[in-house]
Structures are given as C-alpha cells and as structure tokens.
C-alpha cells in the first residue's frame, strides 16, 4: 500500500511555486496525482473526463487522416494521450510554459509519461502557448509558419478566469483570429473551461470562426457526490478540411 501523502516535487517558478502531489484516497482506494500552482489547485487525476473529451470532440469535428494536432497546456497529459489514441493523428506538439511539468513527464513521474515520451509522433515543447500565438513563428519552434488541423487549449481556469492577465487577449475576437491563422481551413479549436457555457465568449467565438458549439461534459464527482461539469468550446474554421 502506498503512503497516504507525497510531495514528489516542489519548485518554485516566475509564476509561483509550482508542486506535484500524490496522495492516496482512501474512499476510492486510488492514488491522485494533483498539480497546484501556491495554493490553487490545477488539475487532479481523479478529474479527467473533460480533459479526454476536448480531445475527443476537438477531433471528432475533423474529417480526413492525416492530423497534426497542437496542444496547449501538457499539465497531467490525459488530454496529449486522448489525442494521441485518436489513430487518424500524424503529429501532437504539445506546449507547456513550465519546464518543470515537462520534467516530470520525462522523468515518468506522471501515470501518463511514459505513454507521451514513447510515442514517436508526440512532441513536448517549452514555450509560453499565448505569446506563440501572438507573435513570431507560431505554435512548432522546428516549422516555422506551420499550420495545425485542430489546436486544443487547456490552461486557464476560464476565458475570464486565467492564470496571467497577458492570457486574455487571446480570447478577444483579435487574439481568436491570430490563432485561427495557425490553423489549416476547416481546422478546428477547442477549450476547456471550468465553467457553464458563457454566452459573451460564445459570441466572441462566432464572430470569428464559422461554426461553433458549447458542449457541457458531466462526470461523477466522488469527493462531493453527485456530478460535476466542465464546458468544452469547439469552433471550425471557414473552408474545407486540409
């Protein structure tokens, strides 16, 4: 039996002191790796549904094979894996803005590291998501210009709740189109967002790509009873499918 509670690693970063946790829960009879950023709690895997589901209906939006994929945020890796069990999936660049995360996929000291460092078409990259976007090459250090069938974004809490307030230009209708120029025609960007649809981001997301849709995922929540639900924003852009 494992012990109750590890800190695995604590570092401290420009953003804050970043920590992995692994404690056992004893209702369930599991281990929970958590990531926490001070005292803010990012992501738990024992919530992951939603994550596995922006990869699912990112994807499921794309005809075609083929798919080069970007992902913004590594954190706990189940959305990089989700994508990654998708077979029709050519390439995943995965970006995190902390080294640190990186590491600790590296070194397998997440259930999900050895699945992403084993697979020849997944790529981790150390790069602030936000300012790739915005500026300069774009979203592969190595292809400069390079363009994606679906990006896929998970890192801050909400497109009002984010984690550095240089996050919120993008989710204005000039940052969505700046990103949908990394994207190939019909291409697809998908968000994770904790909370119930916002129908001020939801327009935002129509003025700037040709269709889009608000799907609330639920899941069990086993601490609290009872289920719980994240938002996932899927939007296409305009043209045909590459």
């Not at 499921?60 to 994929?69: M, R, S, Y």
């Not at 660049?93 to 997440?110: F, K, N, P, Q, S």
Request: glycine share 8%; hydrophobic share 45%; aromatic share 8%.
């Amino acid at each position: 039996m494992s012990a109750r509670f590890e800190e695995i690693d604590w570092r401290q970063t420009p953003i804050g002191a970043i920590s992995l946790r692994r404690r056992r829960e004893p209702s369930l009879g599991v281990d929970v790796y958590e990531i926490k950023l001070d005292d803010d709690f990012l992501m738990s895997s024992l919530f992951t549904v939603a994550e596995v589901e922006l990869a699912r209906l990112g994807l499921a939006a794309l005809p075609g094979t083929d798919l080069d994929v970007a992902v913004g945020g590594l954190g706990l890796g189940y959305t990089a894996q989700a994508v990654l069990e998708d077979s029709r999936v050519r390439s995943l660049v995965v970006i995190d803005a902390l080294g640190e995360v990186i590491e600790w996929h590296e070194r397998e000291l997440l259930p999900v590291g050895a699945r992403l460092m084993s697979d020849p078409r997944c790529r981790l990259v150390h790069g602030d998501f936000f300012a790739m976007v915005a500026a300069g090459p774009g979203l592969d250090p190595e292809t400069p210009d390079r363009r994606f069938h679906a990006v896929l974004v998970d890192i801050d809490h909400t497109p009002r709740h984010v984690l550095h307030p240089s996050h919120a230009a993008l989710y204005t209708p000039g940052g969505l189109r700046r990103l949908a120029e990394r994207l190939h025609p019909g291409g697809v960007f998908a968000l994770w967002s904790d909370d119930p649809p916002d129908p001020d981001f939801a327009a935002v997301l129509e003025e700037v790509f040709a269709t889009s849709r608000a799907h609330v995922v639920t899941f069990p929540n086993p601490l609290r009873g009872g289920e719980s639900a994240n938002t996932v924003y899927v939007a296409r852009n305009a043209g045909p499918a590459s």
